[in-house]
C-alpha cells in the first residue's frame, strides 16, 4: 500500500514518463510481434510463400527494434522504428 501512497515530493516525473512510453511501446510491440509471427506462420503453411515471407521479415525487424530499445532504454527504437 505504501507504493500507491508515496510521499516523495521530489519525484521526477520525466522520468516516470519515459517509464510508461517504454513498458506502453514494449507492450504494443510484443502484440504486434505475436501477431506478425502468427499470421507469417499461417501463411507459409497455406503457401502463401510472399506475404508469408514479408510479414515474417516485418516480424523480424520488430524483434530487432525492441531488442535494440531494451538494450539501450531509449525509447525512441520502438516509437520511431528502427
Known sequence: MSYFCSTK?????????QGRNYLLI???GTVGLIFLLVFGVNALFHA???????????AAMTMTSMVMMR????????????
Open 9 to 17: 515530493l521530489d519525484m521526477n516525473f520525466k522520468d516516470a514518463d
Open 48 to 58: 502463401e510463400h510472399m506475404i508469408g515471407s514479408v510479414l515474417l521479415g516485418i
Open 26 to 28: 514494449m507492450q504494443v
Open 71 to 82: 538494450i539501450t532504454r531509449n525509447h525512441d527504437y520502438g516509437a520511431n522504428g528502427i
